[in-house]
């Protein structure tokens, strides 16, 4: 079973646009992680919150963690046409369970 | 900090036959995981392992599937009889104790 979900599953955006993808989860977390595929590769850590913080930044990712809704959101700034893939939210306190992602596509 | 390495990164084999990979952890992580990925899908859980012992197993490591980790370092994954529905990618990935995983780029089987 898979603990986060993803919204939206696919998104397409100009390049220079902003995007946002969401996570929910089901059961309390001690942290949220968000991760980074591209196409045939392995998975990229991006970001880690903890469960006592609400938003991280670095560089040009923003995440927000609300523990009350079981929900956390991405934003991406300034889109460039290498941030296409997948992006995928991670959660469990122990080893992570990951959901099926959103496949984020910058177009030119 | 070499990475985690992950060996072979494809594989074709037919169906029944057997297939094994391998994969080198970042030497200062303890804990190692493994993860199937299937077309369109988030990495499912299989095992992990904290140094030699082998602490959790999914539904998904059917009594074909087994994993091993001697001496706490390398792992292998070796899955026996293969079927068509075992295709997919093969994911590793070790743990720094602050709790990210760092993945190597995956080990593709095909079953013929």
């Known amino acids: 079973s898979q603990q986060g979900e993803e919204d939206p599953q696919a998104l397409s955006i100009q390049e220079g646009e902003n995007a946002t993808m969401n996570c929910s989860y089901k059961?309390?977390?001690?942290?949220l992680q968000w991760y980074r595929q591209n196409s045939g590769r392995g998975l990229v850590h991006l970001i880690l919150i903890r469960s006592n913080e609400r938003e991280k930044h670095s560089g040009r990712l923003r995440v927000t963690l609300d523990t009350s809704k079981k929900s956390s959101s991405l934003l991406i700034t300034a889109s460039r046409a290498a941030d296409t893939a997948s992006y995928f939210c991670?959660?469990?306190?122990?080893?992570?369970?990951f959901g099926k992602g959103t496949h984020l596509i910058i177009q030119p | 900090d070499t990475g985690v390495s992950q060996d072979p990164r494809h594989k074709i084999t037919k169906r029944g036959q057997n297939v094994t990979f391998r994969c080198d952890p970042i030497s200062e992580h303890n804990r190692l995981y493994w993860y199937r990925q299937t077309l369109g899908q988030g990495p499912e859980f299989l095992t992990y392992?904290?140094?030699?012992?082998?602490?959790?197993k999914s539904r998904l490591l059917s009594d074909r599937f087994s994993a091993e980790r001697p001496k706490g370092s390398f792992s292998t994954l070796e899955i026996q009889r293969t079927e068509q529905g075992d295709s997919a990618m093969y994911l590793c990935a070790s743990i720094r104790n602050t709790g990210e995983l760092f993945f190597g780029e995956g080990s593709r089987l095909t079953v013929l």
């Open positions: 059961t309390s977390i001690n942290n």
């Open positions: 392992f904290q140094n030699e012992a082998q602490l959790e």
């Open positions: 991670a959660t469990g306190p122990d080893g992570l369970t």
